[in-house]
């Protein structure tokens, strides 16, 4: 599998997290949860930096970063111009790390366990592609959902 296909998709998808993000009409409706709906738009968005920061970042890029879970989906408030950096940040990060990415290291084994059976680098990182763009439908309907 070719990196660059990689680093392309989530670059595509980092880049409309953000345009999601800033298309909210108020800020403080980014972080509006109503009824089942558990997880605001910005806690989602907390949530997809910390993961790709975590796994690719940290795991694979060898950066200094610390996740903090708990924040993602507790945090509030933070707002929108720091979100947006955040997700430049992170455009920055995964693209740097996938470059350090070989066929070799797509083969072998990705060294935490996250789901119940181990799994290579290259399936897992095919797998937080596609959970950020499931996240990313989230946050694309409850902006259109709560966003008034």
Not at 22 to 37: A, Q, R, V
Not at 116 to 123: A, G, L, Q
Request: hydrophobic share 40%; glycine share 6%; proline share 2%.
């Amino acid at each position: 599998m070719p990196i660059t296909t990689l680093q392309q998709l989530y670059k595509r998808d980092l880049t409309r997290l953000k345009t999601e993000i800033t298309s909210y009409t108020k800020e403080e409706n980014l972080w509006i949860i109503d009824g089942t709906i558990a997880n605001s738009g910005g806690n989602l968005c907390l949530h997809l930096l910390g993961n790709l920061n975590a796994f690719i970042g940290a795991k694979m890029g060898n950066t200094n970063y610390v996740r903090d879970r708990a924040f993602e989906f507790a945090g509030k408030d933070v707002p929108v111009a720091t979100l947006v950096q955040q997700i430049d940040e992170t455009i920055h990060v995964v693209h740097e790390a996938l470059t350090l990415v070989d066929q070799e290291m797509l083969a072998s084994e990705y060294p935490i366990q996250v789901f119940k059976e181990k799994m290579t680098y290259e399936f897992f990182l095919i797998h937080l592609s596609s959970h950020l763009t499931y996240h990313l439908g989230q946050i694309n309907y409850h902006r259109r959902l709560l966003d008034k």
